[in-house]
């Protein structure tokens, strides 16, 4: 029997969770039955969906949970007024917990939403009852953010924006199409639960569903899935080990609309100082986590020792090799930058570059074989 104590129930978080999703099924359901919904009541609800969603990834939590670039004060407010839409606290708030979950992902005492204490925590458990109890208004991690006054000034006001947003946003939109009742079910109740779960869904699923290219280290996942869903936050496992840079989603081909925003804002003066972290370290945490992987296929094999020795010689001589390149682009780089004498010294640092990167192709095709097959090693 389990004899330790749960905390107290939250029961105004209960009420809020429960409620609006009440409203957003039956309600939504009935209401639709009964009157029915135009096609103003799903743009609506589109918009303000991505004005939450938006205001929590690109807002929330690559400006102010991690820093990862600089906004101008306008959308600053906006995030802020986006924020308190999205009903997920304050974001001086949201971003102690965040930087908590960072620190100490995975351990159950300490990251606020663990995925090690099961799917129902992570994903709405820990909100439900006092957990965070004695650490609840310590701020000391969020130093930087108490001086952001758009922070504070949200912070200070969050109820009233909370409340002001989430009613007076469907209300206007009701009081202009004539129905007011369709809008508040519709732009209020089922635009939050939508907007809460698939945010929710990222320290649920995304600890959990999907692929660990970057680290094993902790739980994160990549999850294409999940990124469609959540504006690009999907790519957990490479956010997990670089949560300075100011993408998720670093392939062309990968959607993250966040990225997407916070560069447009760029090109028009609205962000700076967008954070990346360089090629080279991101091809060596793969390159890392496919040796992890290749170990543990061989593990199981009858002469494992011998094909291990011969598994992490060939690890090795590709990161060398990644060294190398990497290091001589930095050089043709510099000397890109240098007077004109010294062209004919850059012309030939290219070449070497060319002949390096056809020579790690190579080697990086020979790597995949031998990591999806390890037996290849010795032939
Ligand atoms: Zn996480
Ligand atoms: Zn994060």
Redesign the pocket.
């Known amino acids: 029997m389990d004899t330790v104590k749960k905390p107290p129930v939250i029961w105004l978080n209960v009420t809020i969770f429960l409620g609006t999703f009440i409203l957003a099924t039956v309600g939504v359901i009935w209401y639709g039955m009964v009157e029915g919904y135009s096609a103003a009541h799903w743009v609506w609800l589109v918009i303000a969906f991505i004005f939450c969603g938006m205001s929590i990834t690109a807002g929330y939590?690559?400006l102010w949970?991690?820093k990862t670039y600089q906004a101008h004060r306008s959308l600053r407010l906006l995030f802020a007024i986006g924020g308190a839409f999205a009903l997920q606290n304050s974001a001086l708030h949201w971003s102690s917990d965040?930087r908590v979950?960072?620190k100490h992902v995975d351990n159950n005492d300490k990251d606020p939403y663990s995925a090690k204490r099961g799917f129902w925590y992570s994903h709405i458990g820990w909100m439900l009852r006092e957990y965070q109890a004695e650490r609840y208004e310590d701020y000391r991690n969020c130093r930087d953010l108490q001086k952001d006054s758009i922070v504070m000034w949200q912070h200070k006001h969050y109820v009233l924006l909370a409340l002001a947003t989430n009613f007076g946003i469907p209300l206007a939109l009701g009081l202009w199409y004539g129905d007011v009742l369709g809008f508040l079910l519709i732009v209020g109740a089922l635009r939050l639960v939508l907007s809460h779960h698939t945010t929710f869904f990222i320290n649920s699923l995304a600890h959990i569903w999907g692929s660990q290219p970057y680290t094993s280290k902790n739980t994160a996942r990549d999850n294409g899935i999940l990124a469609f869903f959540t504006f690009g936050?999907g790519y957990?496992n490479f956010?997990?080990i670089f949560?300075h840079d100011y993408r998720n989603g670093i392939r062309w081909w990968q959607f993250d609309p966040t990225k997407w925003l916070i560069r447009s804002c760029a090109s028009l003066g609205l962000t700076s100082n967008l954070k990346t972290v360089s090629a080279y370290r991101i091809e060596k945490a793969r390159l890392i986590q496919t040796m992890a992987n290749a170990k543990d296929k061989i593990f199981t094999l009858p002469n494992a020792d011998q094909l291990q020795a011969a598994l992490e010689q060939e690890f090795q001589l590709l990161l060398s090799k990644l060294t190398e390149y990497d290091q001589l682009r930095s050089q043709v780089i510099d000397s890109a930058k240098s007077s004109v004498k010294e062209k004919y010294e850059e012309a030939l640092l290219r070449v070497r570059l060319e002949q390096l990167d056809l020579n790690l192709k190579e080697h990086k095709k020979r790597w995949r074989q031998i990591v999806s097959n390890p037996r290849l090693v010795l032939s």
């Open positions: 939590h690559r949970s991690h965040h979950h960072h936050e957990h956010h997990h949560e």
